[in-house]
């Protein structure tokens, strides 16, 4: 079952040159291949141009520049909260990012609760909790950027966005895309943006 999402700002569109509609961001044993690549291909099927991460992305302990550069050139990003989200130090860190972008470039953000609760999320309860457990055991007192993981969930958590419980989950995608079309009606942005997704293509990104 779905909550309305966030609202969108049709003059920050044209303050920034935005490469991508949707920056996902998601935990890849969860839901690449499901949940996320179904998502992915809703949003391609209506020309919306979508960043996934590919695998060679995913290299060493710090998010590659490629990756930083595909937040900061989205105008929305999709965060997919699943059972092992806050397992992966990738996923947070990209939480952070994500939040950064919002605040500096007005980056819009829609949090997907698939399968957990949002309360979960908000107070690191279960999955989250155990997972965030682990990161201070291996981080040796480095207390800072647990607390910035934390608090990002937090913030997060408490925006409206769209939660899965045990719905249709075509139908759950088919709200996710509406509401993004919807905020991606801008008719500037969304030529700039069908341009650089025609050019992408030939990457096989979108």
Same mark, same amino acid.
């Given at each position: 079952m779905a909550y309305?999402?966030?609202?969108?700002?049709s003059s920050s569109s044209v303050a920034f040159p935005w490469?991508?509609?949707?920056?996902?961001?998601?935990r890849g044993e969860?839901?690449?291949?499901?949940?996320?690549?179904?998502?992915?291909?809703?949003?391609?099927q209506k020309e919306i141009c979508t960043f996934t991460d590919e695998v060679e992305? *995913?290299?060493?302990?710090?998010?590659? $520049?490629?990756?930083?550069?595909?937040?900061?050139?989205?105008?929305?990003?999709?965060i997919v909260f699943s059972t092992n989200y806050a397992s992966s130090t990738w996923c947070l860190d990209e939480l952070l990012k994500i939040l950064e972008c919002k605040k500096s470039k007005q980056q819009i953000v829609l $949090?997907?609760?698939?399968? =957990?609760? $949002?309360?979960?999320? *908000?107070?690191?309860?279960?999955?989250?909790?155990?997972a965030l457990a682990k990161h201070a055991e291996k981080l040796n007192g480095d207390t800072n950027k647990l607390q910035l993981w934390e608090k990002a969930l937090r913030e997060?958590? /408490?925006m409206s966005?769209?939660?899965?419980? /045990?719905?249709?989950?075509?139908?759950?995608?088919?709200?996710? =895309?509406?509401?993004?079309? *919807?905020?991606?009606n801008d008719h500037f942005f969304f030529t700039r943006?069908?341009?650089?997704?025609?050019? *992408?293509?030939?990457?096989?990104?979108?």
């Open positions: 309305s999402s966030s609202s969108s700002s490469r991508n509609v949707v920056f996902l961001s998601f969860d839901t690449r291949n499901t949940f996320t690549a179904h998502l992915h291909h809703a949003l391609s992305l *995913r290299r060493g302990d710090e998010i590659s $520049p490629a990756l930083l550069q595909a937040i900061e050139g989205s105008r929305i990003s999709i $949090p997907v609760f698939y399968h =957990v609760e $949002p309360s979960d999320v *908000r107070h690191q309860r279960g999955s989250f909790g155990e997060v958590a /408490n966005g769209f939660v899965l419980e /045990n719905g249709n989950e075509s139908e759950f995608i088919e709200q996710i =895309v509406q509401e993004v079309s *919807r905020i991606a943006c069908q341009a650089s997704c025609w050019i *992408r293509t030939s990457s096989k990104r979108c």
